[in-house]
Each structure stands twice: as C-alpha cells, then as structure tokens.
C-alpha cells in the first residue's frame, strides 16, 4: 500500500516539476539566463497557446453549425397498427391519415423472405398512398447472391432497421455488405441496441447512419406516456436523437395512443423541431465540414483519443496546483472554473468530427480521467512526506472506519460515471433529477452543483480566511498551513473533472454541454455561499473553530 501511494506521489511530483520549470521560465527574477532566451520561450508558449485557441474556436464553431440539424423523423410500428385497428374495414386509412396529419413520416415493414421485395412493397402500398415512407425490417438474409440486385430498386423505402437480435447474415455479413452497396438507404442506429453485426454496418456505412432511439414492447407495458415523452425529448435534445422509432402503449385505448402520438409531436415542434424525414450527418457531399481543411483533420482516431485523454487529465492537475499555490482570492474558484473550462472546450474540439459527435467513436478513459487526476491532486495537496509519515502511523478502527468509508464514496463517485455504471439510480434521486429538469431545461450534474463547486468555493473561502490573519506574520504563506482543511479543496476538484467529463460526450450537442455546466456552477455557487454563511456563523458563536497546522 506504501509503495502503491509512492507512486502517485511520484506522478503527482511529476506533474509538479513540470509546472514549476514552466513557473522558473515565465517568473522574473528566478531564471539566471538572458532576457532573450526569456522572451524566446514565452512567446513560443504563446503561440502555442494561440494556435490552440483558434483550432478549438474554428472547431467548435463549426461543430455548433453542424448541430443545428434540427430535423427529426418518427417511424411506427405497422405489425402495432395493424393490432390497433384489429382489422377493422376502412379503419386503417382513418388511423394513416391521422397520424400523417400529426407529423409522423414513415412506418416500418417487416421482411421475411417468403415473399420478394417488390410484392412487399404492393403489399404496402396503402402506406405510401397516405404519403409515408417506408422503413425496411428485414429478419433474415432474403436473397442469394445472384437475385441480391434485383432486391434494390425500391424507390419507397428510405430506411432499412434489422429486425431480430442480429443483423441479416451474421456473422459473415458479406451478402449484406453487398446489398446495402447497391442501396442509398439510411441505417438508422437505435442507442443502447445490442444487436450483434450491426456496428460492424454502422462503420462500414458511417455515412447512413442516423442516431436513433426506441422502447422495446416490455418497456412500453410498464411506463407512462409521461415518462416516455420525457425521455423522447431528452434523447432529442441532449444525445441528438433524430430518427424515433414509436411502438404504442399495449394497455391504452386508441384514442389514448393517438393522443399520445399528437402530444408527442406538438412538443417536438414547440421545442423547435421540424417533423419530417432525417437527414444523415456524415455524408462528406454537404456543404459544411466539421472541421477546416488543414493537418488537424488528418489526425487519426487514435491520436484523437490519446490527445483528448492526455489533456483530461494533465491539463486540470496543472491549473489546480497553479491556483492552489497562489496567493488565495475568492475569485480562485471562478478562475479555476474557467482554466478548466478552456481545458473542456480545448477536448471537445479535439472530439469535434462527425464520427465522434454520431457515437461511432468515443472518448477513450472516461473513468481514468476521472479519477487519475483526483488522486493526483490529493498528493499535490497533501505531499509525499506527509503521505509517508500518515502511513506510517499505527492502524486504528476508526483510521479503518473513515479510510474505509472514503474508499466507498471514491468507488461510487468512479462506477456511477456514464450510462453503463454499475450502480443503479434510486427512486428518489430519479425523481429530483425529473425536477432539476423541468426546471432548468437541462440539468445539472450532482457531482457539480451538490459537491464539487459548492466545497471548492468553501475551501478557497478557509484558505482566504487563514491567509488574511497571517498577512501580519513573519513567515510566507504555504498550502501545507491549511492543516486537513486541504480535503475540501480536493472534494472540491470533483466538479472540475465532471465538469470537462461533459464535454468528452461528443454526441451532446455543445449548447447543451455549456447549458449544463453553466447551471451546474451558478447552483453550486449558491449553495457554497450558504456553506461559507453557515462556517462563518459557526466560527461567531464558537460552534466551529478551524485551526491551522503547526509545525
């Protein structure tokens, strides 16, 4: 275990060493070398730092442009309306053209095989007769290697969503592959799916591929309207979900499904939607590129990522020993907010390229980043000596007890990250985040607004405190004179780490992502005031006493 806190202590004195050479160059007066040399370095830094700012602003504004795609399809079920109608005379075309007066633009067709492509399609033609699309589900591999081109010229149809949990002809897709050449349809890709075979189609065709989303048939039997509505809108606005494949609600009437369907698309279009058919993202024939034509956009996906991966966390341990070896100011937490939001803008434009902002590839380390450089800034606070003078003292039930309870709060704090975090969100928590929602729109983060800022700003808040009762002292001031206050100060780091975690998701549109930090900071920042009220009133009348650390 010693041996396990060495190590980071290293790294963590490492990162230290880096900054304080960078210190030696930049401050007057500690550099024995000529003012040339000097002068030479600061303004390679600077243009360095200059060049970044214009690729991540070029970048970024490009991104924003490329997101204001606003257009978003929904596609229902044939197989659920032909049970809706329960074969009613006449009464399939009523429910057609409702739901085409609502704005839904395509409805799926299921394809076995028995049959060929042409004769589904004069099967379905009263769909298209009512002005929809079509969605093609095939279920199999209907065709053979030399009837595969006469399984193409089907003008209806605009999208093909396998059915099953595999794609048709999995695993040697090469008959599929050979088809969907010949095809232009789109690929719609339904999140969170597991169907085997299908990201191998995704990144074969990366420029069909619409981000899609659907409840299956066991989520709709349980769930209310309320949910699913909220949980449409938050896929739109948030993961830029454009194509919505709508399955109905098994114990509702179908005046109670058809309500649903219009109060569905009336939301949409009051936030801004237009119902129609969606687009694909990535085709490199539209007028507008992520990314300007230079050697950034040759980088490869890899370098990318390590970037990316690099910058999440060296970047935020830099700014924070910058921050906490200054002399204190209650503008600290604001200035570090806005280093690390530099850092997070910084990785998102290293992110920004249709690949990533479609989820075919993603941010590498999400869980490293998260807690590499907490680790990091706890032995830059606390010191490798200090590390090894605590290990050294004899264990006790309650040391045990409380580095035991702080090891939970640390594994919660890592396994609650991203969508596949193993630890599941309570009722209650569901409910207050339902609420932070309707309220700001988009929500907050907890691990910002409920525990990183709010201790970050009580910290630097302690640490001003002390300082201003030491101005009169002989001695300079050190962070090692804050004592064990130092921990908030760590906690209060959570929040930057989540706060730059938002921006590596490259599927969230950018407005969103700044939307959610913004609120995340000014909530915070109310609730660190009350903090700071509360330790000020406790320090008044004797009920909290804060004393620094003694040599």
Same mark, same amino acid.
């Given at each position: 275990?010693?041996?396990?806190?060495?190590?980071?202590?290293?790294?963590?004195?490492?990162?230290?060493?880096?900054?304080?050479?960078?210190?030696?160059?930049?401050?007057?007066?500690?550099?024995?070398?000529?003012?040339?040399?000097?002068?030479?370095? #600061?303004?390679?830094?600077?243009?360095?730092?200059?060049?970044?700012?214009? +690729?991540?602003?070029?970048?970024?504004?490009?991104?924003?442009?490329?997101?204001?795609?606003? &257009?978003?399809?929904?596609?229902?079920?044939?197989?659920?309306?032909? #049970?809706?109608?329960?074969?009613?005379?006449?009464?399939? !075309?009523?429910?057609?053209? $409702? +739901?085409h007066q609502m704005g839904v633009s395509s409805v799926s067709v299921y394809w076995d095989g028995t049959i060929s492509?042409?004769?589904?399609?004069?099967?379905?033609?009263?769909?298209?007769? =009512?002005?929809?699309?079509?969605?093609?589900?095939?279920?199999?591999?209907?065709?053979?290697?030399?009837?595969?081109? !006469?399984?193409?010229?089907?003008?209806?149809?605009?999208?093909?969503?396998?059915?099953?949990?595999?794609?048709?002809?999995?695993?040697?897709?090469?008959?599929? /592959?050979?088809?969907?050449?010949?095809?232009?349809?789109?690929?719609?890709?339904?999140? +969170?799916?597991?169907?085997?075979?299908?990201? =191998?189609?995704?990144?074969?065709?990366?420029?069909?591929?619409?981000?899609?989303?659907?409840?299956?048939?066991?989520?709709?039997?349980?769930?209310?309207?309320?949910?699913?509505?909220? $949980?449409?809108?938050?896929?739109?606005? /948030?993961?830029?979900?454009?194509?919505?494949?709508? $399955?109905?609600?098994?114990?509702?009437?179908?005046?109670?499904?058809?309500?649903?369907?219009?109060?569905?698309?009336?939301?949409?279009?009051?936030?801004?939607?237009?119902?129609?058919?969606?687009?694909?993202?990535?085709?490199?024939?539209?007028?507008?590129?992520?990314?300007?034509?230079?050697?950034?956009?040759?980088?490869?996906?890899?370098?990318?990522?390590?970037?990316?991966?690099?910058?999440?966390?060296?970047?935020?341990?830099?700014?924070?020993?910058?921050?906490?070896?200054?002399?204190?100011?209650?503008?600290?937490?604001?200035?570090?907010?806005?280093?690390?939001?530099?850092?997070? @803008?910084?990785?998102?434009?290293?992110?920004?390229?249709?690949?990533?902002?479609?989820?075919?590839?993603?941010?590498?380390?999400?869980?490293?980043?998260?807690?590499?450089?907490?680790?990091?800034?706890? &032995?830059?606070?606390?010191?490798? !000596?200090?590390?090894?003078?605590?290990? #050294?003292?004899?264990?006790?039930?309650?040391?045990?007890?409380?580095?035991?309870?702080?090891?939970?709060?640390?594994?919660?704090?890592?396994?609650?990250?991203?969508?596949?975090?193993?630890?599941?969100?309570?009722?209650?928590?569901?409910?207050?985040?339902?609420?932070?929602?309707?309220?700001?729109?988009?929500?907050?983060?907890?691990?910002?607004?409920?525990?990183?800022?709010?201790?970050?700003?009580?910290?630097?808040?302690?640490?001003?405190?002390?300082?201003?009762?030491?101005?009169?002292?002989?001695?300079?001031?050190?962070? $090692?004179?804050?004592?064990? @206050?130092?921990?908030?100060?760590?906690?209060? +780091?959570?929040?930057?780490?989540?706060?730059?975690?938002?921006?590596?998701?490259?599927?969230?549109?950018?407005?969103?992502?700044?939307?959610?930090?913004?609120?995340?900071? &000014?909530?915070?920042?109310?609730?660190?005031?009350?903090?700071?009220?509360?330790?000020?009133?406790?320090?008044?009348?004797?009920?909290?006493?804060?004393?620094?650390?003694?040599?």
């Amino acid at each position: 275990m010693e041996a396990a806190y060495e190590t980071l202590s290293v790294l963590s004195f490492s990162v230290g060493q880096i900054h304080g050479k960078i210190s030696q160059y930049l401050s007057i007066g500690r550099l024995q070398k000529t003012g040339k040399m000097k002068i030479t370095f #600061k303004v390679i830094l600077i243009l360095i730092g200059v060049a970044g700012i214009v +690729f991540s602003i070029d970048s970024l504004f490009r991104r924003h442009k490329w997101e204001q795609d606003n &257009c978003v399809e929904f596609c229902v079920d044939s197989e659920e309306l032909y #049970k809706l109608t329960n074969n009613k005379p006449g009464f399939l !075309s009523k429910l057609l053209t $409702r +739901f085409h007066q609502m704005g839904v633009s395509s409805v799926s067709v299921y394809w076995d095989g028995t049959i060929s492509l042409s004769q589904l399609i004069k099967k379905s033609s009263v769909f298209m007769e =009512h002005g929809f699309l079509l969605t093609l589900r095939p279920a199999l591999t209907p065709f053979t290697d030399t009837s595969i081109s !006469s399984e193409t010229d089907n003008p209806g149809i605009t999208n093909i969503l396998f059915a099953g949990s595999c794609v048709s002809g999995f695993p040697d897709q090469s008959l599929t /592959e050979k088809w969907m050449h010949l095809t232009k349809w789109k690929l719609p890709w339904i999140e +969170f799916s597991r169907q085997h075979g299908l990201k =191998h189609l995704i990144q074969t065709f990366p420029d069909r591929v619409v981000r899609g989303h659907s409840l299956n048939e066991t989520e709709m039997s349980v769930q209310t309207p309320a949910y699913v509505l909220a $949980r449409y809108r938050r896929a739109a606005r /948030e993961r830029g979900i454009r194509f919505f494949y709508i $399955r109905f609600f098994p114990g509702l009437s179908i005046e109670q499904n058809l309500h649903f369907a219009k109060t569905m698309t009336q939301v949409f279009s009051s936030d801004g939607f237009v119902l129609g058919s969606a687009k694909t993202r990535y085709s490199p024939s539209r007028p507008f590129r992520p990314e300007p034509s230079c050697v950034v956009q040759d980088l490869s996906v890899f370098v990318r990522q390590g970037l990316a991966l690099l910058s999440a966390c060296v970047l935020p341990v830099v700014f924070f020993r910058v921050m906490v070896h200054r002399l204190p100011s209650l503008w600290s937490p604001v200035c570090l907010t806005g280093l690390n939001v530099f850092t997070a @803008l910084f990785i998102a434009s290293l992110l920004s390229r249709p690949d990533f902002m479609l989820g075919i590839n993603t941010f590498r380390g999400v869980k490293i980043a998260l807690a590499l450089p907490l680790v990091l800034a706890f &032995c830059q606070m606390y010191g490798l !000596s200090e590390i090894r003078s605590f290990l #050294k003292k004899p264990v006790t039930f309650g040391l045990l007890l409380a580095w035991g309870g702080m090891g939970i709060v640390f594994l919660v704090y890592l396994f609650r990250s991203g969508h596949n975090g193993f630890i599941a969100v309570s009722g209650w928590e569901h409910g207050l985040r339902d609420l932070l929602e309707s309220f700001f729109g988009v929500r907050p983060r907890f691990k910002e607004f409920l525990i990183g800022h709010p201790f970050l700003w009580l910290g630097f808040y302690l640490m001003f405190d002390q300082w201003k009762r030491k101005q009169s002292a002989s001695d300079a001031f050190c962070i $090692r004179d804050f004592g064990h @206050l130092r921990i908030f100060l760590v906690i209060g +780091f959570i929040g930057q780490l989540s706060m730059i975690n938002t921006f590596c998701h490259a599927h969230t549109p950018l407005a969103v992502s700044i939307e959610r930090t913004f609120h995340g900071f &000014c909530l915070g920042t109310l609730i660190g005031g009350i903090l700071i009220l509360f330790t000020r009133l406790g320090q008044k009348y004797g009920f909290i006493q804060l004393r620094e650390k003694h040599a």
